[in-house]
């Protein structure tokens, strides 16, 4: 692949609901601050699931999904100056930003006033789609590039450009750490990062899951303490008992319920995306001085100190490797939630 407008193998979705199917699609030709990345692996989000079944409405069609990418830089453009060619690079939620509002301005791509661009589903300044990493190739700014310590492989790296980050901006925005009490509700692909890191934080970790089927793999990524949700005493036996409860669930959860297990002056955050509304009482936050919030992603510096933590701690995720032609049964598995804890696409195999 040269710096020419080149299509490269991909699995798409061509419409919404429809099993992705193998096809290719465009890349830009390599601009002056581009990188050409030969991807090596691909994570798959629930986030993937949500957009190619566009339950969250929008989605550009072909679709094709993919923004935990870990690969190595297989050509630069001439003004760059962060990467060269055999480095080894992620590319997480993003690819662009407006770069001069207050957010940009404070590493907060994630949260830019004109909208961030995503990996896919979105459209580029040519107002021309973009697609993710279920694919051989992608071409990204060097500036929304990350690069992979050494230390992780770029398998167990790939999740960490979403599932990693989206745990690890909320536990250190909420201080995370020695002496605090943090919950992390739903033990899969997001909640199975949040307790490595929380652990690797100093916290003293709670699992707080449907059931206990997971509990001696909880206890094994670094939990102190394990709990079914499905056990009403749960909620009598710890009220009022953690600084954070971080919930990575998808669908939605009784909030005055967990609100209830957070002692006064401490949060509950969601970084799930349930598509249905949910409801809540007030008294549930007036009574203790408790914030209900949201966080998503992190910045391109947040995200570097992430991946970096993670290399200084022997970090990653723990995942299943699936080729091309698994990814609608990886789909399936997702919902079912039968993975522990996430798929990994061999890129080598589109």
């Known amino acids: 692949m040269t710096t020419n407008v080149s299509t490269v193998p991909a699995y798409a979705a061509p419409a919404a609901n429809a099993p992705l199917e193998r096809t290719t699609v465009p890349r830009r030709p ?18 993937d699931i949500h957009q190619a079944r566009d339950g969250w409405g929008e989605g550009i069609f072909p679709m094709v999904p993919g923004h935990e990418i870990a690969g190595i830089v297989a050509e630069t453009g001439p003004g760059v100056t962060r990467f060269q060619v055999g480095d080894r690079v992620g590319v997480g939620c993003f690819v662009d930003s407006c770069r001069e509002c207050e957010y940009c301005a404070q590493g907060l791509e994630q949260y830019c006033a004109r909208g961030m661009t995503g990996t896919y589903n979105a459209l580029d300044e040519n107002g021309e789609p973009t697609y993710g990493g279920y694919s051989s190739h992608i071409v990204v700014d060097e500036n929304y590039t990350l690069r992979i310590p050494e230390g992780i492989d770029l ?3 790939a999740p960490l450009l979403c599932a990693g980050i989206t745990l690890y901006s909320p536990l250190a925005h909420w201080g995370a750490g020695p002496g605090k009490k943090v919950a992390i509700v739903g033990l899969g692909g997001l909640g199975h990062m949040g307790v490595k890191i929380a ?3 100093g916290a003293e970790v709670t699992v707080l899951s449907q059931s206990l089927k997971k509990q001696e793999d909880g206890l094994k990524l670094g939990a102190d303490h394990y709990y079914a949700t499905s056990d009403p005493a749960t909620f009598t036996e710890l009220a009022g008992t953690f600084d954070l409860v971080v919930s ?8 005055n319920a967990y ?16 598509e249905e509304p949910v409801s809540l009482s007030l008294f549930s936050l007036i009574g203790g001085r408790k914030t209900l919030a949201g966080s998503m992603i992190g910045g391109i510096a947040e995200t570097q100190e992430m991946l970096d933590f993670c290399a ?12 091309g032609e698994q990814i609608n049964e990886a789909y399936e598995r997702v919902l079912a939630s039968d993975v522990r804890y996430r798929f990994v696409i061999d890129a080598s195999t589109i």
Request: with cysteine; hydrophobic share 45%.
């Open 155 to 157: 398998d167990e790296a």
């Open 312 to 323: 200084a701690h022997g970090l990653g995720a723990e995942i299943e490797v699936i080729s």
């Open 199 to 201: 652990h690797a934080m």
């Open 259 to 274: 609100l209830g297990l957070v002692r006064t002056g401490g949060a509950l955050v969601n970084v799930g995306a349930p």
């Open 248 to 255: 990575t669930v998808s669908a939605p959860l009784d909030f």
């Open 30 to 47: 390599v601009g002056e601050h581009d990188v050409l990345i030969d991807i090596k692996y691909a994570g798959i989000c629930h986030s």
